[in-house]
């Protein structure tokens, strides 16, 4: 089914994107200040605190001419910034967690889902944030992707992009203990069905090919390493081929991401996070973008977290921001 643009929307001659900044002991604060200084073809809304951006931007010794509130008119001129202002709990010092900014974090994450879902952004992009103080304040939180998936009410995918590699999820973040139980027919079916419908609609693809891996080593060598591949992931594969997806494996992941093999594939899925994650990162650290399919909105992410040891420093790479912020752009025209 198409998706719906909502007036407002289509009438922009730009994209509208809303910028979180992420935990602000983090890179996060100044990430966005380097992106907010450069020309970036849309209209950007940067949404964290004022002072949290003034003050990072200056540390690193980037020229914000203007932070002007979000409500004002756009502009294209590189470093004027406007913000939707998402004010501190306490002042925040750059590499120090403080558990007390974490409802920070999650307002400004609430906003950006608020304003994507109303159709006043037309993509959100995400800075990272720290899970681990946001559970310390007492906040329930395993992740971006996964708090998304709350606030809209639906199932959802994590798939990471480096150039023409991308990955999805069918799990993300459990324990590897606890990933076969969770791998059933249902969550597969639902994960390939995403993955299939946000390749045809986001990215352009008209019939996307999907390699799918196994769970065990070699792909369970015939139920001789395992059964999942013949017990859950052979008959998803089956029933979802008769449906028209071009489904191909399960294949050994181990063999699966040879360069001449993955050259006939629009995107993988891997069973776990650590299955698949690795070798997308070595093929593009840095400049890779988080991506979650199945949401209502487009919303991208980088592939790093928050580098509390860089932060403040100005020496952390915002070239995976770079990379979020553009194919944002890119998947929002796409939808014009």
């Known amino acids: 089914m198409a998706r719906v643009i909502p007036p407002a929307r289509a009438e922009r001659s730009r994209p509208r994107i809303g910028l979180t900044a992420g935990e602000p002991a983090g890179i996060g604060a100044e990430l966005v200040a380097r992106i907010a ?53 306490v002042a925040s010092i750059a590499g120090r967690l403080d558990p007390r900014n974490s409802a920070y974090v999650i307002d400004t994450l609430a906003r950006a889902a608020e304003g994507a879902a109303s159709g006043e952004f037309d993509a959100i992009v995400t800075a990272p944030v720290h899970k681990g103080v946001i559970n310390e304040a007492g906040i329930a939180f395993t992740g971006h992707t996964e708090f998304f998936a709350g606030r809209a009410h639906c199932d959802v995918v994590m798939m990471l992009v480096a150039g023409s590699l991308r990955v999805a999820l069918a799990t993300t973040h459990l324990p590897l203990a606890a990933v076969p139980a969770a791998i059933t027919r249902d969550l597969l079916s639902s994960r390939l069905r995403i993955l299939h419908a946000d390749l045809r609609t986001r990215f352009g693809i008209a019939q996307p090919r999907i390699a799918v891996l196994g769970l065990n080593p070699h792909a369970g060598e015939g139920g001789h390493l395992g059964r999942e591949e013949i017990e859950t992931i052979e008959p998803v594969i089956a029933q979802l081929r008769a449906e028209g997806l071009d489904l191909v494996g399960p294949l050994p992941a181990d063999t699966a991401f040879v360069p001449n093999r993955l050259a006939g594939f629009d995107a993988v899925l891997a069973m776990y996070h650590d299955q698949g994650l690795p070798v997308l990162k070595h093929a593009g650290f840095g400049h890779a973008v988080n991506v979650t399919l199945g949401l209502p909105w487009i919303r991208t992410s980088v592939d790093h977290g928050t580098a509390l040891d860089l932060a403040g420093s100005g020496r952390a790479d915002h070239g995976s921001l770079v990379a979020a912020t553009r194919l944002a752009i890119e998947l929002a025209s796409l939808e014009r």
Do not use: C, K, M, W
């Open 37 to 89: 200084a450069l020309p970036n073809g849309s209209d950007l809304v940067v949404i964290a605190d004022r002072d949290l951006i003034a003050q990072r931007a200056r540390a690193i010794g980037i020229d914000l001419e203007r932070l002007a509130d979000a409500d004002t008119a756009p502009t294209s001129h590189s470093g004027s910034v406007r913000i939707e202002h998402v004010p501190l709990r």
